[in-house]
C-alpha cells in the first residue's frame, strides 16, 4: 500500500484547507503556496501516488479532474482569460507531494510554458 500524504487528510478534512469543490470522485483546494492568483490542485479522493502508477480503473477519476478543472475555471471567472493544468510526476518533474494532483493556474498571463534556463 503506497503511503498517505497531506492531501489525503485534506480530502477527509482532518485538517484544514479551502476546498472548493468535492464530489464523490475527486477534491479540490487552494495551492497553500499559490504561484498565481487562481492555484488550485484537484486530486482523485483515493491515493494514486502519481501518473505512473494510474491504471486503467482510473480513467474515470482522471476524466473527472478534467472536467472539474474546467467546472473551476468558470467559479474563478478565468475561463475567458486562460489557465494552465499542470500534472508534475517524478524528481524531473519536480513532483513534491506523491498524490497524484492537477494545478489549475490562472489570473495572470502565465508566460512562456517551460522556463528557457
Ligand atoms: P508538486 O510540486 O506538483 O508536487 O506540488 C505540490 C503542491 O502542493 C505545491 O504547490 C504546494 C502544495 N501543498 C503542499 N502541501 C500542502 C498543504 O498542506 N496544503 C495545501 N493546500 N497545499 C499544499
Known sequence: MP??????KIIRKE???DIVY???????????????????LIVPNHLI???NDVTDD???????MMNVARII????GITESGYRLIVNCGPDGHQDVMHLHM????GRDMGFMLSRP
Open 3 to 8: 503511503e498517505e500524504t497531506i492531501f489525503s
Open 15 to 17: 485538517i484544514p484547507s
Open 22 to 40: 468535492q464530489d464523490d470522485l475527486v477534491t479540490a483546494f487552494r495551492d497553500i503556496s499559490p504561484q498565481a492568483p487562481v492555484h488550485v
Open 49 to 51: 501516488p502519481s501518473v
Open 58 to 64: 482510473d480513467e474515470a477519476v482522471m476524466g473527472r
Open 73 to 76: 475555471a468558470e467559479q474563478e
Open 103 to 106: 494545478h489549475i493556474l490562472g
